[in-house]
């Protein structure tokens, strides 16, 4: 069973920047592709980012591509999810989620670990 926490949610105005982490305990964090979902209010969740297990592919939204930047750390069992350039719109509820396997996916029902989620709010 793999538990996975995120971190580094908060409020910040547009054109900022933050920067998302979770951290993975209970499994062998290489073996796992992540992702990173995010869900605002009166919305479904949706597809941000994936990485492969080694880090060596990924996969962006086109909403997000050239601001977000995901990256991970096997060492250290975490994924990171740089957000620079905010918009109001990523306003949300951030998810990371793991999956065993080689390849990344945007099909949440495919990722079979979740963490709770951390707020980000952009203000305009």
């Known amino acids: 069973q793999v538990q996975l926490v995120e971190s580094g949610g908060g409020l910040v105005q547009a054109g900022g920047s933050l920067r998302l982490s979770c951290a993975a305990s209970?499994?062998?964090?290489?073996?796992?592709?992540m992702g990173w979902f995010r869900q605002a209010p009166g919305k479904e969740r949706e597809f941000v980012v994936a990485?492969?297990?080694?880090?060596?592919?990924?996969d962006y939204a086109d909403s997000v591509k050239g601001r977000f930047t995901i990256s991970r750390d096997n060492a250290k069992n975490t994924v990171y999810l740089q957000m620079n350039s905010l918009k109001y719109e990523d306003t949300a509820v951030y998810y990371c989620?793991?999956?065993?396997?080689?390849?990344?996916?945007?099909?949440?029902?495919?990722?079979?670990?979740w963490g709770q989620g951390t707020q980000v709010t952009v203000s305009s």
């Open positions: 990485i492969s297990r080694s880090g060596g592919n990924t």
């Open positions: 989620a793991a999956r065993a396997g080689v390849y990344t996916t945007r099909y949440d029902s495919l990722y079979h670990y």
């Open positions: 209970g499994g062998t964090f290489s073996t796992y592709a």
